[in-house]
């Protein structure tokens, strides 16, 4: 209910805004310039959703999914014409998870944290989230903002574009917050038409489209939600003002959404049923990647270059979203750094002089470089390595091979380790992405030590990419 002063101030600002029109519209959308297809979306979302449910534990209670569906349907179902993909496939699942949040994915898969369900007070205000993730999906905000694809031009390629549309840093700090990944940072522009649009499928779905807002000063209420959706869909009072004054113009459809017992029910089962973990705490139990991340926690000593032999088991890892799928020996564990991610023996990775040295092991990066020609790409990224690094030298010239089917340099690199003072031997395998984009491979281990090579063919061989 409104109080006597806020009301005033609404008609106010309801007449300042609709003084140069005859009648208040609602607010007209436009989807932005996209350079991928409509199938990319599809596509980036699949891969993303894959890597989502093997990190996150998925609440299996076929009750709250269902009534989390059915609300999810009725919102599809309300999307203007305008902005339905038909090759998208919404589905809704609910994670285990305490935190208030909830992201939606490209072309379509939706996640809904159980803390976001049980924070909500009506189910307006838990469709109203969804509703705005939901409208993020049919705007194509993702592709779109990677279309721009100034922001993360470093990362580029298939790192780039899920980490445009998954979350805002680069490679090695997604990995360091996984489950960060997929919340979703857009600029101010989409996420006001994700509210705007938000608004609009609430009230064509029955909804009273304020509860959108209204769930903003819910998450508030409730301690902002940690990290949560607040945290990433800025200025709330703003929007809270935006989203009541678009509801103005808004008539609610009476023959959608009929309040009844069923959101009571759903939220008396899930306090039932103890507490959710936190995402913090997912991570840190770490039970679903099984090589484990290991971000910044490189021991400040340096390596000792005395490694275990690679075991001849390996294991699948996925890395860059879900971009790249590799095998590396199941004694190796995962390092990420800054862009690059590494697979490394114990003992092979420690600092030097305040840098991550490593003396053994296999990194993956992509580089966004001038040229559209693989083998100057490739002299632009060794020239990269090169600077501030004396010692490094090519050996030989270019190899022709072929890497996840696709062309392929090889080139030979010698180098003095700056940890132990050994002479080591550094192959780089480039390839380019379709976007252009070059990707590489690094192995690196001693001069002297042979024992290293098998591993790094198998490791070649069984990487692919998806791009
Ligand atoms: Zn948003």
């Given at each position: 209910m409104f109080k006597r002063q806020t009301l005033i101030a609404w008609l106010a600002l309801v007449a300042i805004s609709v003084m140069p029109f005859s009648a208040l519209a609602q607010t007209q959308i436009k989807l932005h310039s996209n350079?991928?297809?409509?199938?990319?979306?599809?596509?980036?979302g699949r891969q993303a959703a894959q890597e989502a449910e093997s990190q996150f534990?998925?609440?299996?209670?076929?009750?709250?999914?269902?009534?989390?569906?059915?609300?999810?349907?009725?919102?599809?179902?309300?999307?203007?014409?305008?902005?339905?993909?038909?090759?998208?496939?919404?589905?809704?699942?609910?994670?285990?998870?305490?935190?208030?949040?909830?992201?939606?994915?490209?072309?379509?898969?939706?996640?809904?944290n159980r803390g976001m369900i049980e924070a909500a007070r009506t189910e307006g205000e838990m469709a109203g989230v969804m509703a705005h993730e939901i409208s993020h999906v049919a705007l194509r905000h993702g592709t779109a903002q990677a279309s721009k694809g100034q922001k993360y031009s470093i990362l580029g390629g298939i790192a780039g574009i899920?980490?445009?549309i998954l979350g805002g840093p680069g490679v090695g700090q997604l990995a360091q917050a996984p489950f960060a990944v997929y919340l979703l940072k857009f600029s101010r522009e989409y996420e006001n038409e994700a509210d705007i649009l938000g608004a609009q499928i609430m009230a064509q779905a029955g909804y009273n489209p304020r509860d959108l807002a209204n769930m903003f000063r819910t998450i508030e209420q409730?301690?902002?939600?940690?990290?949560?959706?607040?945290?990433?869909?800025?200025?709330?009072?703003?929007?809270y003002a935006r989203i009541n004054r678009e509801a103005e113009s808004l008539r609610v459809n009476n023959s959608g959404y009929r309040e009844s017992r069923d959101?009571?029910?759903?939220?008396?089962?899930?306090?039932?049923?103890?507490?959710?973990?936190?995402?913090?705490?997912?991570?840190?139990?770490?039970?679903?990647?099984?090589?484990?991340?290991?971000?910044?926690?490189?021991?400040?000593?340096?390596?000792?270059?005395?490694?275990?032999?690679?075991?001849?088991?390996?294991?699948s890892v996925s890395i860059f979203n879900g971009g790249v799928n590799v095998r590396v020996p199941s004694n190796w564990r995962q390092v990420n750094e800054g862009n690059a991610v590494w697979f490394v023996p114990e003992g092979a990775y420690g600092q030097?002089?305040?840098?991550?040295?490593?003396?053994?092991?296999?990194?993956?990066?992509?580089?966004?470089?001038?040229?559209?020609?693989?083998?100057?790409?490739?002299?632009?990224?060794?020239?990269?390595f090169a600077q501030g690094n004396n010692n490094l030298r090519t050996s030989g010239g270019y190899q022709r091979s072929s890497l996840?089917?696709?062309?392929?340099?090889?080139?030979?690199?010698?180098?003095?380790?700056?940890?132990?003072?050994?002479?080591?031997?550094?192959?780089?395998?480039?390839?380019?992405?379709?976007n252009g984009q070059l990707f590489y491979m690094v192995a690196v281990a001693p001069q002297n030590e042979r024992g290293f090579e098998n591993a790094f063919n198998q490791i070649l061989r069984s990487l692919r990419i998806n791009d």
């Open positions: 350079k991928y297809s409509v199938q990319d979306d599809v596509k980036l534990p998925l609440l299996r209670d076929e009750e709250v999914r269902n009534y989390v569906e059915s609300v999810g349907r009725r919102l599809v179902g309300s999307i203007p014409r305008e902005f339905q993909h038909p090759e998208f496939a919404y589905y809704f699942k609910v994670v285990n998870a305490r935190d208030i949040n909830a992201f939606a994915l490209p072309g379509g898969p939706m996640y809904v899920a980490g445009t409730q301690g902002g939600g940690g990290g949560g959706f607040l945290s990433d869909h800025p200025s709330p009072s703003d929007r959101f009571a029910r759903v939220q008396e089962r899930l306090r039932g049923s103890g507490s959710a973990p936190t995402m913090a705490e997912i991570q840190r139990s770490g039970q679903r990647n099984p090589v484990g991340e290991q971000t910044g926690n490189y021991p400040s000593n340096p390596p000792s270059g005395r490694v275990a032999y690679p075991s001849s088991r390996y294991q030097a002089n305040g840098q991550a040295v490593y003396t053994h092991g296999a990194s993956f990066g992509v580089a966004q470089t001038n040229s559209r020609n693989l083998q100057s790409a490739t002299q632009d990224l060794i020239n990269s996840s089917g696709r062309t392929a340099l090889v080139s030979t690199l010698t180098n003095v380790n700056e940890a132990t003072g050994r002479p080591e031997i550094i192959r780089l395998i480039t390839t380019q992405l379709r």
